[in-house]
């Protein structure tokens, strides 16, 4: 039975769906339970796991329509998750007595209520109505558009700005489940009964989800919040750790949250009457510091002082607030000035006036002439190591750290309202005795913090892509060393006051845990301080370690005081639904698991992506002997040496080993997705290999733009996509024969395409060039992937044949072909009638003017579409290479260029792609030869285009030339040159297609002259 998925998916929607979710940053679901790289959406997860378990059956309109009811994406769906309150005046109206005149005054809520007791008892009045009074009462909810046919008058994406996300409403309405069991034969009323329901069918129990990868938690989190069983596994800790807390620290309901955030209320209000009392973040006048910024400083040779160093001295730009250094007699340490200058001077700073760190090299404030290189200064045998003692620089070290500016806060009563008042300061004598107080209070206590494991003692792993630059840029070799005694000495205190309560709840042990690497991601040497108005409205505002995904070793930082660390707290928000389904989470190599799923859905690492095992060793060195305590069976080791990673024969192997033993661990009937996202959507296809070769087979594959603009959905304007790839165990081992693989891939792609243009006419375009291309080569993998060999080669030997450069498998030369026929069956309209005649190459220009002109940018399309139609030299053809600014030359841009006589190249450069000979080799340029496309027809016309644009759109310049170049032919020729001229003359009119407005405007004028012209 194939399921839903497997037919069809609506891509466009969860496109704008998935993009929503992650432009809500730090109000999504998951991240703020700690950092973690990659995390996929819970609404593609969702809507992955619905389409794996619902059946799809002979209409496959309603049963998009039923599909997106489950996921409350239809039109009504998304009208129900537009924003707005319900007044209290309806609640109240809709209320019963008894609850009316328990809860309500005369028209709102009783006085004194608070938003969590209100919002229970909305609920209980919700609950209480039939089906059609909670619509009545929905009606009357304000929303930002009140009337619906305006609502939907929108694009899907400009809908979405005004809604909730999915997972953040109840679920479909009564009156949609009646449609959705009706067409399903269930009788679910939530979505967790619908999950159950298919489960018992397809299963014969309640489906079992897995994640080998599991990460930050999105798969198993999700699938056990809508009812399925959960099971997800990690090699790093961290990701173990993150999962468990989102299954039973979020998924454990507001009880679990509301203990868990009492504990770290109380270990954090602890910490702060310690700060408090030791006197370190308060002053003389009241006041208590927010922020302390730091700088590195450096006496390079010849200079009798020390530089601080900064790309940048401007402090805050809300109130021109930059720092100044002089020099100062006898002393070899310049002084800070932190002062508010005129709006033309601080001009000045943002343009980096003053700026001592320049291009990787050291810049004398004093005398901008004399620079010196970073890498120098580092001196030939790179910097002093530092050893686990070290808290800060030594005496003789290259680079010294320094305090150079204090934002202080006070709040003070103003026109009888507080008012907090803040000031920039540079540190005063006492400021520095107080950072003198944080070194000895921490050096009182270092050693026995470490032994607890209260702040890290770990080393930083030596030989990492990541981690070396530790070593080389500052000499740090232990994890506590990207931290100041300050940050140290706050975090400790905050953990050993967490800790001392050691008869709390694991739930509360792991917040805890979690919460120590979330303050430590925001509080660290890696915090880079942003002055800029975007920011912070310009007060300043520190930015977190792993804003990307690096270790950036910094010159300055921004480091928060204590009261700036309160809001991270962990597991406090709210998930819309209690999480229903049982739960599990180990920590294993994806090669060891045993653990039989009914579905498995990893998202592995792939290629070039990140380097979790360095990264996350991070914070590791924070959980490591705490963890122990909280999961005595875990183990706190990243395993660096088991981790996937790279794209080499090591990676293809441990991928096949790992999805071999998923195979193993399903049964007959089960379903794989394996997601990931990478810019290069050719690079999936050795993804396929990998796959087939582990005995699984392909059933389908979509690709969901993770990343779009929301208003850029339509134009194509996408950064990446996430491509879903969907599988199913392959039962046999037939063998197949090349010569009969061709035919049906062929018929398997044109039904495919076929497929996916029919959901998409009349209504919002649900593909891109980019999706029919991946349907492409899916189709491929799904009638090749049927097979157990090929030509009576083993897929798996194939997958680790040793090839010479630019060497392909027969399996890849399939693939490629399958792309050649999607290429070839996507023509653009209006071209019908003319594309047979045309040769590869000038199907190629007009395909790629085609999806130029519907704001297609990525290069790499271009160059997906050139192998499709065998162009092997695209450059020539392109105005624009750039990544994600791809353009085609127009008649007038492309001017002489590549334009040779006919007949004087090379003959087989415009060969005719005939339904026999349809080799992809056709129609290539030959390495040293002139280009195939400059002895085309539809070069020489183009020039007849050109020729018309600069004779003022006078058309017989170009006539003569086509005549000229063609002869006799020109007769024959004439009427095709006429649909193509017709075709160009519509280009000018198109958005963002300004360039070709002349060109176009002469093909018109040229087009009547053809159709005219008389021998
Ligand atoms: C792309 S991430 C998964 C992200 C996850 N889907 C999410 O939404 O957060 C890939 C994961 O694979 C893990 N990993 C790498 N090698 C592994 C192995 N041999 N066994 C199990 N997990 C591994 C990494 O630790 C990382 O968490």
């Known amino acids: ?168 409403i109840a679920g479909p309405t009564h009156t949609a489940w009646v449609e959705i069991n009706a067409h399903l034969g269930t009788t679910a009323s939530n979505l967790s009964e619908l999950v159950q329901q298919l489960g018992q069918r397809t299963f014969g129990h309640t489906p079992r989800v897995g994640d080998s990868f599991c990460g930050g938690g999105s798969i198993p989190f999700e699938a056990a919040r809508i009812g399925c069983e959960a099971f997800g596994s990690d090699l790093n800790p961290v990701a173990g750790l993150l999962t468990w807390a989102s299954l039973n620290l979020l998924g454990g309901g507001a009880a679990v949250q509301a203990e868990v955030a009492r504990v770290q209320q109380q270990a954090f209000a602890a910490a702060d009457q310690q700060i408090t009392d030791w006197g370190i973040e308060h002053n003389e006048r009241g006041e208590r510091a927010e922020t302390f910024l730091y700088c590195v400083e450096v006496k390079p040779e010849g200079c009798d002082y020390y530089i601080p160093m900064a790309p940048s001295w401007v402090v805050a730009e809300k109130y021109n607030v930059v ?41 004398d404030p004093l005398d901008p002439n004399r620079t010196w290189s970073v890498e120098a200064l580092r001196g030939t045998d790179g910097l002093r190591r530092w050893t686990n003692d070290d808290v800060v620089p030594r005496a003789g070290d290259v680079f010294q750290e320094r305090l150079y500016c204090i934002r202080w806060a006070k709040t003070v009563m103003r026109n009888g309202k507080p008012k907090l008042e803040r000031r920039y300061a540079a540190p005063e004598t006492a400021d520095l005795a107080r950072e003198t107080k944080v070194q000895s209070l921490l050096r009182e206590r270092f050693a026995g913090w470490q032994q607890a494991g209260l702040i890290p003692s770990r080393g930083i792993p030596e030989g990492g892509d990541e981690t070396a630059r530790l070593y080389r840029e500052r000499g740090w070799t232990h994890w506590h060393q990207l931290f100041t005694p300050r940050q140290l000495l706050m975090l400790g205190s905050v953990m050993q006051f967490a800790s001392e309560n050691d008869d709390e709840q694991l739930v509360s042990k792991v917040a805890n845990l979690l919460r120590s690497g979330m303050m430590a991601d925001f509080l660290s040497k890696l915090c880079r301080w942003d002055p800029t108005l975007a920011k912070s409205g310009g007060i300043g505002a520190c930015i977190q370690t792993f804003y990307n995904q690096a270790f950036n070793t910094l010159v300055t ?121 990478h810019q290069d959507p050719a690079v999936w296809a050795d993804l396929g290999m990998i796959l087939w070769a582990a005995g699984l087979k392909a059933t389908a594959a979509w690709t969901i733009s993770t990343e779009t603009e929301a208003a850029g959905i339509k134009k194509g304007n996408y950064v990446q996509g996430t491509v879903c790839l969907v599988l199913r165990k392959r039962a046999g081992n037939e063998p197949g024969f090349l010569d009969e693989v061709y035919p049906l891939v062929e018929d398997e792609v044109k039904r495919q395409i076929a497929s996916m243009q029919a959901l998409d006419e009349g209504g919002e375009p649900n593909f891109n060039d980019a999706d029919y291309q991946l349907a492409a080569y899916a189709a491929a993998l799904k009638v090749l992937t049927h097979y157990g060999t090929l030509d009576g080669k083993d897929v798996e030997h194939e997958v680790f044949a040793v090839r010479e450069r630019n060497a392909k498998s027969d399996f890849q030369v399939v693939i490629e072909r399958a792309l050649g026929i999607a290429c070839d069956t996507l023509i653009p309209r209006g071209l019908d009638a003319s594309w047979r005649d045309l040769s590869l190459v000038e199907r190629y220009y007009l395909r790629s003017l085609d999806i130029e002109s519907r704001g297609e940018r990525r290069k790499g399309m271009y160059e997906e579409l050139a192998r499709g139609f065998g162009v092997s030299d695209i450059r020539p053809l392109l105005k624009s290479d750039k990544a994600n600014g791809a353009r085609m030359f127009t008649p007038s841009g492309l001017a002489a260029t590549i334009l040779i006589a006919v007949g004087a190249g090379n003959s087989g450069a415009s060969g005719q792609l005939s339904s026999q000979n349809t080799s992809s080799a056709r129609g290539r340029a030959s390495a040293n030869g002139p280009h195939p496309f400059a002895t085309s027809p539809l070069r020489h016309l183009m020039f007849a285009i050109r020729e018309t644009t600069s004779a003022d759109n006078s058309p017989e310049p170009g006539r003569q030339y086509l005549r000229d170049t063609f002869g006799q032919g020109y007769w024959t020729k004439r009427e095709g040159f006429v649909a193509l001229l017709e075709w160009l003359s519509a280009l000018g009119n198109t958005a963002d297609m300004g360039e070709w407005q002349a060109d176009s405007e002469a093909s018109r004028i040229l087009a009547g002259r053809l159709r005219n012209d008389h021998a």
């Open 557 to 677: 930082h921004g480091s928060r005081a204590l009261t700036g660390l309160e809001a991270f707290s962990i597991g406090t928000r709210q998930i819309g639904s209690p999480v229903f389904g049982k739960s599990k989470v180990e920590l294993r190599d994806a090669r060891d698991l045993r653990e039989v799923c009914d579905i498995w859905i990893t998202d592995p690492p792939y290629a070039d992506a990140v380097n979790y095992h360095e990264l996350a060793d991070f914070f590791l060195a924070w959980y490591d002997k705490q963890l122990g305590k909280a999961f005595p069976e875990w183990t706190s080791d990243a395993r660096a040496e088991l981790a996937v990673r790279g794209d080499g024969e090591d990676f293809r192997r441990s991928m096949v080993d790992i999805y071999k033993n998923l195979a193993r661990h399903m049964p007959a009937n089960g379903l794989q997705m394996v997601m990931f996202t």
């Open 323 to 363: 720092t100044r250094w002089t020099r100062i007699a006898n002393s070899d340490r310049l002084q800070p000035e932190v002062l508010a200058v005129s709006d033309a001077e601080f001009k000045l700073y943002k343009e980096k006036k003053g700026a001592t760190m320049v291009d990787s090299r050291v810049v």
């Open 1 to 168: 039975m194939q399921t839903f998925i497997e037919t069809q998916f609506p891509i466009a929607r969860l496109s704008a769906e998935s993009y929503k979710e992650r432009k809500a940053g730090a109000s999504q679901t998951l991240t703020g339970l700690g950092k973690w790289w990659g995390r996929k959406p819970l609404v593609l997860v969702r809507a992955s796991i619905i389409g794996m378990l619902m059946p799809a059956s002979n209409d496959a309109k309603r049963d998009r329509e039923i599909f997106l009811k489950i996921l409350t994406m239809d039109d009504d769906g998304i009208w129900q998750r537009c924003k707005g309150e319900i007044p209290a005046s309806a609640w109240r109206e809709a209320a019963s007595p008894e609850v009316q005149e328990e809860f309500f005054g005369a028209r709102s809520f009783i006085h004194g209520m608070g938003d969590e007791e209100k919002a229970a008892v909305c609920a209980q009045i919700w609950e209480a109505l039939s089906s059609e009074e909670q619509l009545a009462l929905d009606a009357l909810r304000m929303r930002p558009i009140s009337d619906r046919a305006e609502f939907e008058a929108l694009t899907y994406a400009e809908r979405l700005v005004h809604c909730e996300r999915p997972e953040n």
